[in-house]
């Protein structure tokens, strides 16, 4: 299950000095008894470059939850979508390890995403805001990138979103608080600050099912893979209607969005325009088969790695990495054959991320 992301505690990464000059107006909305959703999510819009030291944040068109937007106002600031891995189809694919490693396959070169800091909004105008951060000049501390990709070689999406914080004096749950899913632009967090006394009153704050999305199961009957691939291209429109593809979806993580993967509960092509051969399908060289990109979980393999032919072999699809690594997928005999698992964040590595989507496995034509 991939979970969202909670947020309880505000001037986590700025001295004393700085959350005075961040901190809004505390206890601002006062005492309140609450359940269900909090949060305004306001999305980034594409190619958006946010240097360090910007005073301007731009905004996508997609605002999703509750809460106005006004000066004075808390948010978080979150890279959602980050990561650059290495991209070769062998063992090497993911952070670059040698093959003999026990994690080779998995992993990331380098990762942007879950760097966040919390903004004081000072003037609001339709498609922009201006905020005061803990940077140079009263900017961000942090640069933040939106970035689809374009060529098939290209490194995977890059996503910021902005959320709104709503600040009490004392809280009191009513029921449980959520969030709304990540949907690929916004969500899947939840961001409080509480000033004085939060009282759960035998409730929880569940983010659970809202983080990264899962790959979508496709009935392909073989192409021209190999047992030993770690990524592979995504069938197009024409070739899944023909069950003409091999291996399976890779899920959804900080290093990208696969082509196909499942959006409340449906199959949802993310790259409609990845039917040209050169465009990307969501992750660099094809987002099917086992390597597992960033903590995303690998799709199983359709081929059966112990023989030489293109014998079907169902294996299960790799899960998504969140504090710890996924667990590799296996075969109908227990046998590794399926999908590596997304890599975890090590102890040391302070990111507020949202658990990898896991990968997809094989499914045969009727």
């Avoid at 359940?35 to 944040?57: F, I």
């Avoid at 997609?62 to 978080?76: D, F, I, K, M, T």
């Avoid at 919390?118 to 905020?131: A, D, H, K, S, Y």
């Avoid at 374009?150 to 979103?161: A, I």
Wanted: net charge neutral; glycine share 18%.
């Amino acid at each position: 299950m991939s979970r969202g992301l909670l947020i309880l505690t505000l001037w986590l990464l700025v001295s004393a000095a700085q959350a005075a000059a961040l901190c809004g107006f505390p206890g601002r909305d006062g005492d309140q008894q609450v359940s269900g959703l909090l949060n305004r999510w306001l999305s980034s819009p594409d190619e958006s470059v946010l240097p360090p030291g910007s005073r301007w944040l731009p905004l996508g068109t997609e605002q999703r939850g509750h809460g106005e937007v006004l000066p004075g106002s808390v948010a978080l600031l979150i890279q959602m979508q980050g990561a650059d891995i290495y991209l070769d189809n062998t063992g090497r694919y993911g952070a670059g390890q040698d093959s003999e490693q026990e994690d080779a396959g998995r992993g990331w070169l380098h990762l942007q995403a879950g760097q966040f800091e919390f903004v004081r909004i000072e003037e609001v105008q339709p498609r922009r805001l201006r905020v005061r951060g803990a940077g140079d000049n009263g900017g961000i501390r942090y640069g933040y990138l939106s970035r689809e990709p374009s060529k098939s070689s290209d490194q995977g999406r890059h996503r910021w979103q902005l959320v709104l914080v709503p600040q009490y004096e004392n809280l009191t749950l009513t029921g449980d608080i959520e969030t709304l899913p990540w949907d690929g632009a916004t969500g899947g967090v939840v961001a409080l600050d509480v000033r004085r006394r939060l009282n759960l009153n035998g409730h929880r704050i569940n983010v659970a099912a809202s983080g990264f999305r899962g790959a979508a199961a496709l009935p392909l009957a073989g192409a021209v893979g190999a047992a030993s691939d770690y990524y592979y291209r995504a069938p197009g429109i024409a070739e899944l209607a023909a069950a003409y593809g091999d291996h399976a979806s890779k899920g959804e993580g900080l290093a990208g969005t696969p082509r196909w993967l499942i959006d409340r509960d449906r199959r949802r092509d993310t790259r409609p325009d990845a039917d040209a051969l050169m465009v990307s399908d969501g992750y660099p060289g094809g987002s099917m088969a086992r390597g597992a990109p960033a903590n995303a979980g690998g799709g199983a393999n359709s081929l059966d790695g112990s023989l030489n032919d293109h014998s079907a072999r169902p294996a299960g699809g790799g899960g998504g990495g969140g504090g710890a690594p996924g667990s590799s997928g296996m075969d109908g005999e227990k046998r590794p054959q399926g999908g590596l698992g997304g890599a975890g964040l090590a102890a040391d590595q302070f990111r507020a991320v949202l658990g990898g989507g896991g990968g997809a496995g094989t499914l045969r034509p009727p």
